[in-house]
Structures are given as C-alpha cells and as structure tokens.
C-alpha cells in the first residue's frame, strides 16, 4: 500500500485543490526552481540563505531572487 492509497482524502483534498486552482503546481514547481539556482548562485551557509529567504515573508520568488542577487552578488 503506497503513502497515498492509504490518505483518500488528502488525495482528493490535492485533486480539488488542483482542479480548481491549476496554476497552483506550476506556481510551486517554478518556485522550487527559483530557490534551487538561487542557492547555487549565492556563496551562503544554508542555515544563512534560508533565514535570508524567508525574511522576505510572501513576496513573490521572482523578487525576491531579484533582491537577494541585488545583495549577496559581488
């Protein structure tokens, strides 16, 4: 039995959610993607960058990458 077969409704919870909402994983995928070159980028401790990065609260990635690049790169 996978992880998901055993949570139907957070299976439909995600599905909902999805359906409704379907920039929503684009959004998150984009994100993701965002932070993971932005910390190759940037020569920051990992405990340093995240602190740095949610500082920004609900900013969008983009800007905050923009503003953080704008700091931390000689």
């Known amino acids: 039995m996978t992880r998901w077969a055993s949570r ?39 405990q340093h960058f995240h602190d740095q990065l949610l500082s920004y609260g609900g900013v969008p990635m983009m800007l905050i990458a923009q503003d953080m690049r704008q700091r931390f790169v000689p």
């Open 8 to 46: 139907p409704s957070r299976v439909w919870a995600e599905t909902t959610r999805n359906s409704i909402y379907p920039a929503t994983r684009l959004m998150y995928w984009l994100s993701t993607r965002v932070i993971l070159e932005l910390r190759a980028e940037l020569n920051l401790s990992p």
